[in-house]
């Protein structure tokens, strides 16, 4: 009896330890599963964070599958799906997430927005009540729903709800523009303009209220005061084209052609498809007898709008005066058709065909004119009306000869939130130029020919198979979904390989090639790891210092977004390309390492960088362009304009537009 307990208690012992056994392996299985959820939900906020949309959608599907009760890859992959332009799929994303937690405001504020951009306002309304139960101090939520009242012409609902904001946010300057845009839309002009003027008092680098204000002056006639507030919009929105559109309209009606002429000049630099600049621009330069380039901006008008007839005709007339008169009827004859009253128009032909000596044709629209006892002023071309201008959608050929302006002086709403704008528009700093690092994507670029090219990673490539090549690339490239997943079996393949291998000599090879491939997918902790432990074997590798250092720069400018403390990390980054330049000194290590010094504003050593960089290649654009920040960031405004000028030079055009806008500043 008693053997049969001791045996009995034995065995309750051993089915105690192996339930024990198997809960701690279930439990670290578990664990393991869960780290590894979070690691590719943090790879994929990189990618999104970097804006490589459609990788960081592959990883929040793979979450999804595996864990699909976790609300954070659907509200992700709905972020992503946004700077997409895919609202739908973005919405959709959005509902789900908020199936799994109905009480983060942030997925209803992209819902929101998603909506909006479908122009379902009613729906946004709902959304940003849901997000306002959770925060009703959310400033941006209150914004952004009396914005849809006003797009559903709500104006009595906006304007109660701006109220609200105005008591809760008094200083708050946008608040009283945005019940300025509601007085206006109500026509109430008066109150229009104290809310203006309450807005600009509390806030006077608004460049949009400026705008705002002028356009009540330009409604009222008072050219004078509008062009000085559009001087102000101008200054603080020196690339808005509708801004320059709408100062010549001033500029002109104070009979200021060259001032005029300058602004839709400006504008179509700024916007070289804008109709109103080209048909505007066009009259004005057949009113100071530029007719060949009046022509020109009617023939843009016209691919534009090829049944625009004010435009036709308006051509008509110049290609008459500038000797074509075969031209001149073609476009004549077909806005006659459309208009066959239209006298002026009649009389014009005639006198082509008669100049073509068509008498009989030019006859019978004489004879139609007589007819309908026209007097023959009629045939005079009326200089350009200072007084009167047409909306863009008056059809009145008599018009032809007015200014257009548009239907509507809408004023663009700004949706505020974190979403608004690309990703890259949130990080504070001068956007240098990005690190140059080890690819196996080809950079290619329609403007910049320059091909990256390294004694030492050409020998390496001898190395390696032919579908594995390496490149220097300055940009990270941009996957699509089956490069994507091409990749993905990549890896899949060289973790394979690396398993069946005995040593770490043996894996060598391949740790570097799966370390690139990590790093093609943006997945920089992984690259780190393997690239870490072939530099245990080969702590000489110049290629794996500079590739592990470009890695954990980008990881570091993901981590320090998300509030992360970096200062230490930088500094790894720092040994890493300083060992890299000791056993492979090239261009393109002392440029990253020049962009880690500029980060962090040690310009003096940023600048040795750069300039020794600029001596080992004088073609490395991205060198010249980087110097030229920094100097300008050290207040060395002509070697700023120097090297910035050479960068342009070199095909990185971006330069220009920063010396021009810093010679503006001035």
């Known amino acids: 009896m008693i053997v049969l307990c001791s045996n009995k208690w034995r065995w309750m012992r051993l089915v105690s330890f192996l339930f024990v056994i198997f809960y701690f392996l279930f439990s670290a299985q578990r664990a393991f599963a869960q780290f590894n959820t979070n690691r590719l939900l943090t790879i994929g906020r990189s990618a999104l964070y970097y804006e490589d949309y459609v990788l960081s959608i592959q990883y929040f599907n793979q979450v999804i599958n595996a864990r699909p009760y976790l609300y954070e890859p659907w509200f992700y992959r709905g972020i992503a799906k946004y700077y997409l332009d895919d609202y739908v799929g973005a919405e959709s994303d959005c509902s789900e997430a908020i199936r799994r ?3 983060v405001t942030g997925i209803y504020e992209l819902r929101g927005l998603c909506r909006i951009q479908q122009k379902n306002y009613a729906a946004a309304i709902e959304d940003y009540n849901a997000a306002l139960r959770y925060d009703p101090e959310g400033q941006t939520l209150w914004h952004n729903r009396a914005l849809c009242r006003i797009q559903q012409k709500d104006y009595d609902g906006a304007l109660a709800e701006i109220d609200s ?14 019940q300025a845009e509601a007085y206006l839309l109500k026509k109430d002009t008066t109150q229009a303009i104290a809310s203006l003027d309450k807005s600009l008092e509390l806030d006077a680098y608004d460049g949009n209220t400026w705008a705002q204000r002028a356009v ?57 498809n804008n109709f109103l600049g080209h048909y505007n621009r066009g009259l004005l330069r057949a009113q100071v007898g530029d007719d060949n380039r009046a022509i020109t901006d009617f023939d843009f008008v016209l691919r534009l709008e090829p049944d625009n007839l004010m435009a036709l005709y308006n051509r008509a007339l110049l290609l008459e005066q500038t000797g074509n008169p ?24 005639a006198q082509c065909y008669r100049k073509l000596g068509m008498t009989k044709q030019a006859e019978l629209d004489e004879f139609r004119i007589l007819k309908a006892q026209i007097d023959k002023r009629f045939g005079k071309q009326p200089r350009l009306s200072k007084k009167q201008m047409r909306k863009r959608s008056d059809d009145d050929i008599e018009k032809y000869n007015q200014l257009a302006v548009a239907d509507e002086q809408e004023m663009e709403h700004e949706y505020q939130s974190d979403y608004r704008g690309r990703v890259q528009n949130r990080r504070v700093g001068m956007d240098y130029m990005p690190m140059y690092m080890l690819t196996t994507e080809r950079q290619i670029s329609t403007v910049k020919q320059y091909i990256a090219y390294d004694r030492q990673v050409d020998s390496l490539n001898h190395t390696l198979p032919a579908d594995f090549q390496l490149h220097i690339a300055c940009s990270q490239a941009t996957l699509g979904e089956a490069a994507t997943q091409r990749y993905f079996v990549r890896l899949d393949t060289l973790s394979a390989q690396i398993d069946r291998t005995r040593t770490i000599q043996q894996a060598q090879p391949l740790l570097l090639r799966r370390a690139i491939a990590y790093s093609v997918i943006q997945n920089y902790e992984s690259a780190i790891d393997d690239l870490s432990t072939y530099l245990q074997t080969d702590s000489t590798s110049s290629i794996a210092y500079w590739q592990r250092a470009v890695c954990q720069s980008r990881l570091n400018k993901f981590n320090a977004s998300q509030g992360t403390d970096v200062k230490m990390l930088t500094a790894n980054v720092l040994s890493d390309l300083t060992d890299a330049i000791r056993y492979g000194e090239n261009a393109y290590l002392y440029y990253n390492r020049g962009n880690v010094y500029a980060e962090r504003h040690d310009y003096l050593h940023a600048i040795e960088d750069y300039t020794r960089s600029i001596e080992l290649d004088p073609n490395l654009a991205e060198a010249w362009y980087n110097r030229g ?34 010679r503006a500043s001035k």
């Not at 920040?629 to 050479?646: G, W």
């Open 216 to 272: 009540i002056s330009l409604a009222r006639s008072e050219w004078k005061e509008g062009e000085g507030y559009l001087d102000k919009a101008i200054h603080l929105l020196p690339k808005n084209a509708g801004l320059y559109i709408n100062r010549a309209l001033a500029r002109f009606n104070q009979s200021n052609l060259r001032g005029a002429m300058a602004d839709y000049d400006t504008a179509l630099d700024f916007e070289p």
């Open 101 to 103: 937690n109905p009480y």
């Open 629 to 662: 920040l920094v100097h300008m960031a050290s207040h060395r405004q002509a070697d700023a304009v120097s090297d910035l000028s050479k960068a342009g030079e070199l095909g990185l055009y971006a330069a220009y537009s920063i010396i021009k806008h810093q």
């Open 165 to 178: 904001m105005a008591v809760r946010w008094s200083k708050n300057a946008r608040v009283f523009a945005m």
């Open 326 to 349: 075969r031209a001149a009827i073609r476009d004549y004859s077909k806005v006659i058709e459309q208009y066959p009253n239209f006298w002026t128009g009649l009389h014009q032909r």
